[in-house]
């Protein structure tokens, strides 16, 4: 009968499994069992397992007496998962942690509690708006409103923006940014502050919020305040269920929608200023 070491683990949350000399059909098993990250490791193989798929099936399914129980690191405010971290490339950006060798040109991110590792869909349907948008004309800055790890207003920089300002209710997240920022040497064209669009005064040619549906639907009257004349506004943290009400919301308020995407159940709103 299969064995499993454990070590004590949160409630109905996914797990990390490791496992020595693994059968050769071992990540077609794992990807079968609903693993939602698999990882070569020394020796053998790490997986993350859903918390519905008990260690002692994991065992089963493998034909392995033992694997190894460990809690899983969250990332992304607890919706991804990932053995480490690692590179992820969005369009023309490359993201990856420090420790990881890469190209000049990198955006280098930490591995932090912040939103924003770029492996999320909607980080990514962000990134891929920004890059969009920036082909049509770079603008003289953009505003990052609920800027996480500052993953967004960084790589607006590093595109060529030449100024951004990141805002964010989370001083945690802004010491992270902060930290991005140097470490990426564009501390001295980002400029982070504490709070939501309320806290600043001014509009901008380019306006990205990723948080979530309720909040950006609250902010809405503000938030369009701070878009500069013909400006372009992306939305995103939207689940696809709601992307009609929020886009709704948004348009009665003079915003013309550009287009939407939806990734993994998750939307992109691209609008645009109508005066």
Request: charged letters at 20%; a negative charge; one cysteine or more.
């Amino acid at each position: 009968m299969a064995s499993v070491a454990r070590v004590a683990l949160p409630c109905r949350v996914p797990y990390r499994i490791d496992i020595s000399s693994p059968p050769n059909d071992a990540l077609d098993r794992l990807v079968q069992l609903g693993a939602l990250d698999i990882e070569p490791v020394r020796d053998g193989l790490a997986a993350i397992i859903p918390d519905g798929v008990t260690p002692d099936a994991v065992a089963g399914a493998l034909g392995v007496a033992r694997v190894t129980v460990s809690p899983a690191l969250a990332r992304d405010s607890g919706s991804v998962w990932l053995v480490s971290p690692r590179a992820v490339c969005i369009g023309s950006v490359l993201i990856a942690p420090p420790e990881v060798a890469a190209a000049p040109g990198t955006l280098r991110l930490t591995d932090s509690t912040a939103f924003g590792t770029g492996h999320h869909p909607t980080t990514a349907l962000c990134i891929e708006a920004i890059e969009e948008a920036l082909t049509i004309e770079v603008p003289d800055s953009v505003l990052d409103v609920g800027t996480g790890s500052g993953v967004l207003a960084l790589t607006a920089l590093m595109m060529g923006v030449p100024q951004a300002v990141g805002l964010d209710i989370d001083v945690d997240a802004l010491r992270i940014a902060a930290e991005h920022a140097r470490l990426n040497n564009l501390a001295d064209r980002l400029q982070l502050v504490l709070g939501g669009p309320d806290v600043v005064g001014g509009a901008w040619p380019l306006v990205v919020a990723n948080v979530l549906a309720a909040p950006l639907s609250e902010m809405a009257p503000v938030l369009v305040r701070r878009v500069r004349s013909r400006g372009r506004l992306i939305l995103s943290g939207i689940p696809w269920s709601l992307e009609s009400e929020v886009r709704q919301t948004y348009q009665r308020l003079g915003m013309r929608h550009i287009r939407s995407e939806t990734r993994a159940r998750w939307t992109v709103l691209v609008t645009q200023a109508s005066w």
